[in-house]
């Protein structure tokens, strides 16, 4: 589904990324590191800081009421989730995403910090992240499916590593 793009911009130029949609997006973890709990027999048992990821996506929706959530997966080294804008030009897909992001690498810190979390070179998160605009009911159902299967799969995705 998504394609690794973490080395250009995936934006698409002419897209105003804060009309109303929804929203698919993919976020890496720098170097593929897999911080957020592991897959058994397809099953993904959080980490804490899995634990986190999922607080901080539900924060998404206080933070920017205009934005509704959708499915949501935390895998090993990446998250999946669904975002859906109500209404055009409230916020922007790209501000969303750099919160989530800042968000979670303090809270992520904080756990490196107080708990023993697993140190992590560099940045949490990769440069950039992968979105793909949802374009009707059949996409939308077809990406509901593939997050929601995603740790049953997971031994034969790319991110795998």
Do not use: C
């Not at 890496?28 to 048992?45: A, E, K, N, P």
């Not at 107080?114 to 440069?127: H, T, Y």
């Not at 950039?128 to 995705?157: C, E, F, G, K, M």
């Amino acid at each position: 589904m998504p394609s690794d793009t973490h080395h250009r911009a995936p934006r698409k130029p002419e897209h105003d990324y804060s009309a109303a949609g929804t929203y698919f997006v993919t976020i890496r973890t720098q170097h593929g590191l897999s911080l957020f709990g592991d897959i058994h027999d397809g099953v993904m048992h959080t980490t804490p800081a899995g634990e986190m990821l999922i607080h901080w996506w539900r924060e998404i929706a206080h933070k920017h009421p205009t934005v509704t959530l959708d499915a949501f997966v935390v895998m090993p080294n990446h998250i999946h989730g669904l975002l859906v804008f109500t209404q055009s030009g409230t916020v922007a897909l790209p501000d969303v995403m750099r919160w989530y992001k800042t968000m979670t690498t303090n809270a992520y810190i904080r756990g490196v910090k107080e708990d023993g979390w697993p140190r992590f070179p560099g940045k949490l998160w990769q440069r950039s992240y992968h979105d793909h605009i949802v374009r009707d009911a059949t996409h939308l159902d077809r990406v509901r499916r593939y997050i929601r299967a995603n740790p049953a799969t997971w031994h034969r995705d790319r991110f795998n590593r």
